[in-house]
């Protein structure tokens, strides 16, 4: 019964400490919190299946061979805290601009989330998908952005991956 209970403080301590770990991560907007989910985007598709890296690399600038995704709960929060996307940004080879994108980790699909990272990188809109303000969609007034733009993302794409399709099958 001793060891059980060693076990358990044990495996309870080490929960409070990874969870101290990843608060203060949060807090402090460190980039360490969301490892996993930068390490799917490295692997996330467009909705045509392409993938991501092979559309950005194809603009013919010179990326390295690891694309150096990034976000933090900044960033993250900054698309508004949409339930099922991570916004991510991604830095122009040579520092010029920064392109943000949506990422959903349940589709493992990306796209790019102002008009910007949409012109640079076409490929990556799906067609027939209207695009709409994120925080319209939200259910929410105003725009929402940053200095690279308004956050806008194609309308079909949203409903689905923030599971907010209407019933009706169509979108407002």
Known sequence: ??????IMAATALLALVAWTVWFVGIVFEFEYPYTFTLLSVQHAKSIDGVPVSKIIR???ANWPAHLDW???SYIDDSCGNVRGITTVALAAPDNS?????AYSSETHTLVPLTHGAAAHFPALMPTNDPVRLVQQMNGHTGPLGNGYG???LPEKWFRKVTHTETNAGSSH
């Not at 601009?97 to 994108?101: A, E, G, K, V």
């Open 70 to 72: 990034y976000t933090d």
């Open 97 to 101: 601009t920064r392109y943000y994108f």
């Open 58 to 60: 194809g603009d013919g």
């Open 150 to 152: 308004d956050f806008e």
């Open 1 to 6: 019964m001793k060891q059980f209970i060693k």
